[in-house]
């Protein structure tokens, strides 16, 4: 098992993409190369894997645990600009993508993603492009904080931590996770801080994380730009981690099971719009007891998977 990331639900989501043995397949999320693996192990030496992460350092280490897999093509990127990542020929059989962050990245204090350690606000999976929290937090409206933190983590107490937020960086602008945290303590009242299952600043961390990544505005048309790459009968499988982003992933997927934007009072359809997937399972899988024991943090996932038609 990997130290770096341990792959949640892994045989379940790997058997739900059916691999066929000579098929060209894509791990939109590379991560530790969990997923990748078992897919590799399935593949002959005529079947191919493309492995896309954001993050040059999931990169490398994923590149180098399959180096003994001379079909593994890892690429530097977003998935979602699979379009011009993979070769414009090629048609998948399979993709899988396991959203989030990796348990290295939640681990490594200097990414600034964990309220447990004293970091800098980075929160950048790609260190390469684009602002960091601390950048965004002491640059950002108090309303645009305050909608950000609601929006992508329902929390209610949102408006009270941006007032503090903004209140605090008046006096020096906010460096570290430290201070974040801080700022949520002192927003949240104390009654209602003993009273919050997990940190209580669990969810603007996740908030302020979704936004510095863009990782939800960009799904429905990445995953419909991963869809539109798949051959006949290619299975895409997807893992969430929250509520917002299932959501959302399950909103695609059935928008691409029935796209006719028609008004039901017509007797057929005319805006020619068909279906581009089917479901391979209704609702969603959730990690086993056994996962569960052994892989707390699989706890939240969710395995929805669906075939190209
Ligand atoms: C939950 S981990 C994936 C773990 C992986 N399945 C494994 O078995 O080790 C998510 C990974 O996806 C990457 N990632 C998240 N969103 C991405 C995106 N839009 N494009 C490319 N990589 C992304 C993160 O950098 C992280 O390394």
Redesign the pocket.
């Known amino acids: 098992m990997?130290d770096?990331?341990v792959?949640v639900m892994?045989r379940e989501a790997v058997d739900y993409l059916n691999i066929k043995k000579a098929g060209i397949y894509l791990?939109?999320?590379?991560?530790?190369?969990?997923?990748?693996e078992e897919i590799l192990r399935r593949l002959d030496g005529t079947g191919r894997l493309y492995g896309?992460?954001?993050?040059m350092e999931?990169l490398k280490y994923a590149t180098e645990r399959l180096k003994a897999y001379d079909n593994f093509i890892p690429i530097h990127?977003?998935?979602?600009d699979v379009d011009i990542l993979i070769p414009e020929d090629v048609m998948l059989s399979g993709a899988i993508i396991?959203?989030?962050?990796?348990s290295h990245?939640l681990d490594t204090p200097k990414r600034g993603f964990s309220y447990h350690e004293e970091a800098p606000l980075d929160m950048r999976?790609d260190r390469s492009s684009g602002i960091t929290a601390e950048e965004w937090l002491n640059s950002a409206s108090e309303d645009e904080i305050a909608d950000t933190i609601y929006k992508y983590s329902d929390e209610r107490w949102a408006k009270r931590i941006a007032e503090k937020i903004v209140k605090m960086r008046q006096e020096s602008p906010l460096k570290t996770t430290t201070e974040l945290v801080r700022a949520v303590d002192m927003a949240i009242p104390k009654a209602v801080r003993r009273n919050i299952q997990g940190h209580p600043a669990k969810r603007t961390f996740q908030a302020v994380r979704i936004k510095i990544?863009e990782?939800l505005d960009m799904l429905p048309s990445?995953i419909e730009s991963i869809v539109n790459r798949l051959q006949i009968g290619g299975r895409l499988c997807v893992i969430t981690f929250h509520s917002i982003e299932d959501r959302l992933v399950k909103r695609t997927i059935n928008y691409l099971r029935n796209p006719c934007s028609c008004s039901p009072n017509v007797p057929i359809c005319t805006c020619g719009k068909q279906p581009k997937l089917k479901t391979v399972f209704s609702g969603v899988k959730t990690p086993t007891q056994e996962e569960l024991e052994q892989n707390p943090r699989s706890s939240s996932a969710k395995l929805r998977a669906a075939e190209r038609v």
């Open positions: 990997s770096y990331h792959p892994m791990d939109g999320t590379l991560g530790g190369g969990g997923h990748s896309i992460d954001r993050d999931a990127g977003n998935f979602r396991d959203l989030g962050v990796s990245q999976m990544n990782e990445a």
